[in-house]
């Protein structure tokens, strides 16, 4: 069983940057990949970026490939996503999750956090 709970989200400006943190629980941490996704108001959730369990292999959204960043540090329990450049549409509610499996698919992960909310303006 993991728990995650993200932090970090807050209001920016366009442009702006901003880290995500998702704190994990439990000793087992270090053998799931994780990933954040993103859901915006009216929208499905959507694959932003994921890493596999030892942070050698990551993999990231067209759409915020070059301006964020997913890494992890295993000590800490904690995976991370750096924002850079921010857009107004990178607006979302952005969610931390766990899975056995390295893959952009949301069904690949079994636990997620609550969720911390990035709010863009222009």
């Known amino acids: 069983q993991v728990q995650l709970v993200e932090s970090g989200g807050g209001l920016v400006q366009a442009g702006g940057s901003l880290r ?3 704190a ?3 000793r087992t941490f270090s053998t799931y990949a994780m990933a954040w996704f993103r859901q915006a108001p009216g929208k499905e ?5 994921t890493i596999n369990w030892t942070g ?5 959204a067209d759409s915020v490939k070059g301006r964020f960043t997913i890494s992890r540090d295993n000590a800490e329990n ?3 996503l750096q924002m850079n450049s921010l857009k107004p549409e990178d607006t979302a509610v952005y969610y931390c999750a766990a899975g ?3 893959s952009r698919n949301r069904r690949a992960y079994d636990y997620w956090g609550q969720g911390t909310q990035v709010t863009v303006s222009s």
């Open 20 to 22: 995500l943190s998702c």
């Open 24 to 26: 994990a629980s439990g």
């Open 78 to 80: 904690t995976v991370y």
């Open 100 to 102: 056995a499996v390295y």
């Open 45 to 49: 959730r959507e694959f932003v970026a």
């Open 56 to 60: 050698d292999m990551t993999n990231h």
